[in-house]
């Protein structure tokens, strides 16, 4: 069964940078994507980013591109989002998720990815 597990969520102020973690655990193949979502308070659930950790080709949402970096380091089973400039509009919960495979396509619908972590809050103050 794989284990997600988020860590690096906190508060920021608007302009700073926050790392978030997710040690995945469970799963013996070495090709897996991972994506990042998140939910604001009172918002749909949104995919955030997406990487396939076999070799990094990776998906933004929009509004995060050039800001938001997704890499993954294989021997320690982590992935990481690099949050930079963030903006009070990047408060929410962010969870990660696993999917067996990569689709660039697919990542952001419902029930593609098959595990969840259990999020971690990350506030921007203005």
């Known amino acids: 069964e794989v284990d997600l597990v988020e860590s690096g969520g906190g508060l920021v102020q608007a302009g700073g940078s926050l790392r978030l973690s997710c040690a995945v655990s469970?799963?013996?193949?070495?090709?897996?994507?991972i994506g990042w979502f998140r939910q604001a308070p009172g918002k749909e659930r949104e995919g955030v980013s997406c990487i396939s950790v076999s070799d990094g080709r990776a998906e933004y949402l929009e509004a995060v591109k050039g800001r938001f970096t997704i890499n993954s380091d294989n021997a320690k089973n982590t992935v990481y989002l690099q949050m930079n400039n963030l903006k009070p509009d990047d408060t929410a919960v962010y969870y990660c998720?696993?999917?067996?495979?990569?689709?660039?396509?697919?990542?952001?619908?419902?029930?593609?990815?098959?595990?969840w972590g259990k999020g971690i809050l990350v506030t921007v103050s203005s």
């Open positions: 998720a696993f999917a067996p495979v990569f689709m660039a396509s697919m990542w952001k619908q419902n029930g593609f990815m098959t595990a």
């Open positions: 469970g799963f013996s193949f070495d090709d897996y994507a």
